[in-house]
């Protein structure tokens, strides 16, 4: 029988056995822009690979190349590399190792094949994503973000830059990278001779929207070589003054790490600093947002009073329940995060309205 190329356990089972394990690892991202002429078959070399290992995560494969956020066992993390260098285009290639971790970022592995690595809604075929801007290391950052001339722009979600960004960025208040890049060469049309700084999680999305902006007649254009992740290591490394606020948000179990003692979010519930991202406990509503702990408690991980009395119910009668129920989750569709933080008085009882 061949080797399965799937995840076969129940997800729950494995989130509960990573919880309980006490195995070291490293949590990483990398991402690589090259031509893969079969994406399939890529894969499925590649988890083969990444299981025999112990490697969990989620990748992304295309004929543009692979986009990867992972974990490996600490004790395979040599072997991780060797089998890493056996392809000759992720050679040198730099790996975001991440700031702040745990071991528990992720539970199981998935590599899927996707049109791209990362959805850009670009189909002009005289764009071309080789066009990168100028990258910058952590110090020309802070020097080039000091000078009153340039526009630093964050190239991510409204939800990941409302936890954490650069100083005096400006953070759109977009849901979708797809959505970003034309907002952003629009928002800025007036400065295209003005230095424009980019700047994203990892690099990956700077990658393709540095290129935009030079294929929209963009003339001073740079990008953060590494992102966040690798800015925040050469700052501690170096010694040098850290511009970022806030958290950085990543799209694992952890759902953030922390880069500077600011907070400078607020709870979706109850207004009080917050910065930590979660899931509501309610798993048929499943909504991310900002909780505070005592709103925590108070809603036992929910994000209403109505999702923590559904949770207490039988798994059973959840499950009838849910076929006609609506939940926050499922009933703000795409925007879900944004129009649940605006509408979150909304959401509370008609006494915790009044208050």
Not at 41 to 48: G, H, I, P, S
Request: hydrophobic share 30%; charged share 30%.
């Amino acid at each position: 029988m061949g080797q399965h190329l799937h995840n076969r356990v129940n997800r729950r089972e494995l989130k509960e056995r990573m919880r309980h394990s006490g195995e070291p690892r490293v949590t990483l991202s990398y991402y690589k822009y090259v031509q893969l002429p079969d994406p399939q078959q890529f894969r499925d070399e590649l988890y083969r690979i990444y299981a025999e290992l112990g490697v969990l995560g989620r990748i992304y494969v295309a004929s543009e190349g692979v986009n990867a956020q992972i974990s490996v066992p600490e004790s395979r993390f040599g072997d991780f590399k060797t089998a890493m260098d056996a392809f000759p285009f992720f050679r040198q290639m730099r790996l975001n190792i991440a700031v702040d971790d745990d071991g528990k970022s992720f539970f199981t592995l998935a590599i899927k094949v996707r049109d791209k690595i990362v959805a850009d809604g670009i189909d002009d075929p005289a764009f071309d994503p080789s066009q990168t801007g100028t990258h910058l290391d952590a110090e020309n950052w802070n020097r080039l973000s000091e000078e009153p001339d340039t526009v630093v722009v964050d190239m991510r979600n409204h939800y990941e830059s409302e936890v954490g960004h650069f100083e005096n960025a400006i953070t759109p208040d977009v849901a979708t990278f797809r959505e970003e890049l034309p907002l952003v060469a629009d928002m800025l049309g007036d400065r295209k001779d003005r230095k424009i700084l980019m700047y994203c999680t990892g690099g990956i999305r700077c990658e393709k929207a540095s290129a935009y902006l030079k294929y929209r007649g963009f003339k001073n254009v740079f990008q953060l070589e590494g992102g966040i992740i690798e800015y925040t290591r050469q700052v501690q490394d170096k010694g040098l003054k850290n511009r970022f606020l806030g958290k950085n948000f990543v799209f694992d179990e952890r759902l953030g790490e922390r880069i500077s003692g600011d907070v400078i979010a607020q709870c979706h519930q109850c207004g009080k600093p917050a910065d930590t991202h979660t899931n509501c406990a309610n798993n048929y509503c499943h909504i991310l947002f900002i909780q505070c702990d005592e709103c925590r408690e108070r809603y036992a991980g929910c994000c209403s009073d109505k999702c923590r009395d559904f949770s207490m119910l039988s798994a059973d009668e959840q499950k009838e329940r849910a076929k006609t129920e609506t939940f926050s989750g499922s009933r703000f569709g795409k925007g879900v995060y944004k129009a649940f933080r605006k509408s979150a008085q909304s959401l509370k009882s008609p006494g915790e309205a009044q208050k």
